[in-house]
């Protein structure tokens, strides 16, 4: 018998596939979406991702943990998924390596502005590739691990709490508010994306277990650590200077200071990169899975190998932050419609699925 993922473990790989570079612009970005006391609107946009979450836990019932691809070829003949399968391999393998760009090139922007982006894009891509080949089980016990590596960052904000000042916060709500409120809810609503994932997991679940406990903890705790954060960002700036500040989180943490540190922030954003490796691992093992549907005769080594590849060339010009969060943008919009499209595709062939099972049954 295959081991299981254990939901605990399932939970930290949804946070840890949600909470990454997103973190650090999030304030200024509730501050300009949806203006004074913004970061009220984050649990709409929790609430929002909860009801996709139970859409996948309908899934989950339904196929009694059966994988999607073989609930789908049930029904629709593998020649009319395969632009679909195609579609989801480029889009979760882009999507893998543009959020490793973001977080190379802030990396640069605060502590290597002379250093070229590519030795640091590559190692990212060699520790993602051998995450990868070593199983979604495996995946799951060192996300853990990296997950208490870096938790311990959350309680620096407690520092900052002297200078934290209520009255930043006003008393109104939603005042000064954008105007552009659709382009800046997508760009929030992509900090919570991650857990459309956890489609490709229902096979790695043992049907016994209350697994989506897990998963609505991790979704929880993603809540969390981004109202803990905006609040300690909307006590400590005032609305004005969030605005202005283009990573409020990070420069945040220019304040605190330790007698054996000098730049505690120099020290942070690295600690990120285990947030980045689980983020781009998860995404290309689940390209790696559908492309396993494709080409199954291609050894997965080969595949994953040519997916990061091409993912890299096709966004070798991408190499500044506008054009970077462009792309993340067009990015989140499709994959927004993967979240939703997807669960609610495999549920109408579930259903479909029935439909003939009980005519045969008659």
Same mark, same amino acid.
């Given at each position: 018998?295959?081991? #299981?993922?254990?939901?605990?473990?399932?939970?930290?790989?949804?946070?840890?596939?949600?909470?990454?570079?997103?973190?650090?612009?999030?304030? =200024?970005? %509730?501050?300009?979406?949806?203006?004074?006391?913004?970061?009220?609107?984050?649990?709409?946009?929790?609430?929002?991702?909860?009801?996709?979450?139970?859409?996948?836990?309908?899934?989950?019932?339904?196929? #009694?943990?059966?994988?999607?691809?073989?609930?789908?070829?049930?029904?629709?003949? #593998?020649?009319?998924?395969?632009?679909?399968?195609?579609?989801?391999?480029?889009?979760?393998?882009?999507?893998?390596?543009?959020?490793? =760009?973001?977080?190379?090139?802030?990396?640069?922007?605060?502590?290597?502005?002379?250093?070229?982006?590519?030795?640091?894009?590559?190692?990212?891509?060699?520790?993602?590739?051998?995450?990868?080949?070593?199983?979604?089980?495996?995946?799951?016990?060192?996300?853990? *691990?990296?997950?208490?590596?870096?938790?311990?960052?959350?309680?620096?904000?407690?520092?900052?709490?002297?200078?934290?000042?209520?009255?930043?916060?006003?008393?109104?709500?939603?005042?000064?508010?954008? /105007?552009?409120?659709? /382009?800046?809810?997508?760009?929030?609503?992509?900090?919570?994306?991650?857990? /459309?994932?956890?489609? *490709?997991?229902?096979?790695?679940?043992?049907?016994? =277990?209350?697994?989506?406990?897990?998963?609505?903890?991790?979704?929880?705790?993603?809540?969390?650590?981004?109202?803990?954060?905006?609040?300690?960002?909307?006590?400590?700036?005032?609305?004005?200077?969030?605005?202005?500040?283009?990573?409020?989180?990070? %420069?945040?943490?220019?304040?605190?200071?330790?007698?054996?540190? /000098?730049?505690?922030?120099?020290?942070?954003?690295?600690?990120?990169?285990?947030?980045?490796?689980?983020?781009?691992?998860?995404?290309?093992?689940?390209?790696?899975?559908?492309?396993? =549907?494709?080409?199954?005769?291609?050894?997965?080594?080969?595949?994953?190998?040519?997916?990061?590849? %091409?993912?890299?060339?096709?966004?070798?010009?991408?190499?500044?932050?506008?054009?970077?969060?462009?792309?993340?943008?067009?990015?989140?919009?499709?994959?927004?419609?993967?979240?939703?499209?997807?669960?609610?595709?495999?549920?109408?062939?579930?259903?479909?699925?029935?439909?003939?099972?009980?005519?045969?049954?008659?």
């Amino acid at each position: 018998m295959k081991e #299981k993922i254990h939901p605990f473990h399932l939970g930290i790989i949804l946070y840890m596939n949600q909470v990454g570079i997103g973190l650090f612009t999030m304030p =200024r970005l %509730v501050a300009e979406t949806y203006g004074t006391n913004g970061w009220i609107a984050l649990l709409g946009h929790y609430f929002i991702a909860a009801i996709n979450i139970l859409l996948i836990y309908l899934v989950f019932k339904w196929s #009694k943990g059966q994988s999607i691809f073989e609930s789908l070829e049930k029904v629709i003949p #593998k020649f009319l998924l395969f632009p679909i399968y195609l579609f989801l391999i480029a889009q979760w393998s882009f999507l893998g390596v543009i959020l490793a =760009r973001y977080y190379v090139q802030i990396l640069q922007i605060n502590n290597f502005q002379t250093t070229n982006a590519y030795p640091f894009i590559i190692i990212i891509l060699i520790l993602t590739f051998l995450l990868v080949m070593k199983g979604i089980y495996n995946i799951s016990k060192v996300t853990t *691990l990296l997950f208490f590596f870096v938790i311990w960052i959350v309680f620096l904000g407690f520092w900052l709490i002297p200078v934290w000042d209520a009255i930043n916060f006003t008393t109104f709500i939603f005042k000064g508010s954008s /105007e552009n409120l659709i /382009e800046g809810s997508i760009n929030l609503y992509s900090s919570f994306l991650g857990y /459309e994932l956890i489609l *490709l997991f229902l096979p790695y679940l043992d049907t016994k =277990r209350k697994n989506f406990t897990g998963v609505f903890f991790g979704h929880s705790l993603t809540l969390l650590i981004y109202i803990y954060t905006c609040i300690m960002c909307f006590g400590f700036y005032s609305f004005g200077q969030l605005l202005e500040t283009l990573y409020p989180t990070l %420069v945040l943490f220019e304040f605190i200071e330790f007698n054996f540190i /000098e730049r505690i922030d120099a020290l942070v954003f690295p600690f990120f990169l285990s947030n980045i490796i689980v983020t781009t691992t998860i995404y290309f093992w689940s390209a790696l899975e559908v492309s396993s =549907r494709v080409l199954p005769m291609i050894k997965t080594k080969w595949l994953l190998i040519f997916l990061m590849v %091409v993912a890299t060339l096709a966004t070798l010009k991408v190499d500044i932050i506008r054009a970077i969060e462009a792309w993340i943008y067009k990015l989140t919009i499709l994959e927004i419609s993967v979240a939703f499209g997807l669960p609610l595709l495999v549920l109408l062939v579930l259903f479909v699925g029935k439909i003939k099972n009980k005519k045969g049954t008659i």
